[in-house]
T-cell receptor, first 115, second 112 residues
Framework: DQQVKQNSPSLSVQEGRISILNCDYT??????FLWYKKYPAEGPTFLIS?????DKNEDGRFTVFLNKSAKHLSLHIVPSQPGDSAVYFC??????????????FGKGTKLSVKP | DSGVTQTPKHLITATGQRVTLRCSPR?????VYWYQQSLDQGLQFLIQ???????AKGNILERFSAQQFPDLHSELNLSSLELGDSALYFC???????????FGPGTRLTVL
């Protein structure tokens, strides 16, 4: 049973527009959420995180929104650039629930930003 | 470059064999995590060590084992290999459990 779901396997966006990547989770114990970006033949790269005490976190062009009641988070990239083309993974952890920090990952969304 | 190194980059072996994957965490990081990424699957957590001690176990098969040495590098041992063990194996490290994890480039294991 998948605890972290990314229901869109792929997303195509025009350069300069907004990219919105979505993630749903089922475990109410999750209290720490992260987004990672992955290029082919490389390991995942940390992008941005959010703790469950916040509903928004922003870092440059990247903003993560958390809706705890809906168990939903999203990553907004504005403006999108061709270099953002990669697979984006949503991940969650239950730090307050005794987790030792191990992450539960979604299956990823492949973002293509077209010039 | 995340600062996490993994060797070897690629490994091709036969069913029934045993292999060892190695990971060196970022300088100063005490936690090491191992993840497996199979075809069409997200990353699956296998096992975590903190300062030499096992802290958490995920979906790790009994044929697999790991350890973290006093110099904090870690090894993942995979034995009695099966075709289905073919995957990318990633190591990640963090200062503590509440910090973001930095991933190595992975080891691609192919079992023939």
């Amino acid at each position: 049973d998948q605890q972290v779901k990314q229901n869109s396997p792929s997303l195509s966006v025009q350069e300069g527009r907004i990219s919105i990547l979505n993630c749903d989770y089922t475990n109410s114990m999750f209290d720490y959420f992260l987004w990672y970006k992955k290029y082919p033949a490389e390991g995942p790269t940390f992008l941005i995180s959010i703790s469950s005490i916040k509903d928004k976190n922003e870092d440059g062009r990247f903003t993560v929104f958390l809706n705890k009641s809906a168990k939903h988070l999203s990553l907004h990239i504005v403006p999108s650039q061709p270099g953002d083309s990669a697979v984006y993974f949503c991940a969650a952890s239950a730090l307050g629930g005794g987790s030792q920090g191990n992450l539960i990952f979604g299956k990823g969304t492949k973002l293509s930003v077209k010039p | 470059d995340s600062g996490v190194t993994q060797t070897p980059k690629h490994l091709i072996t036969a069913t029934g064999q045993r292999v060892t994957l190695r990971c060196s965490p970022r300088s100063g990081d005490l936690s090491v995590y191992w993840y497996q990424q199979s075809l069409d699957q997200g990353l699956q957590f296998l096992i975590q060590y903190y300062n030499g001690e096992e802290r958490a176990k995920g979906n790790i098969l009994e044929r697999f084992s790991a350890q973290q040495f006093p110099d904090l590098h870690s090894e993942l041992n995979l034995s009695s290999l099966e075709l289905g063990d073919s995957a990318l194996y990633f190591c990640a490290s963090s200062v503590d459990i509440r910090d973001e994890q930095f991933f190595g480039p992975g080891t691609r294991l192919t079992v023939l």
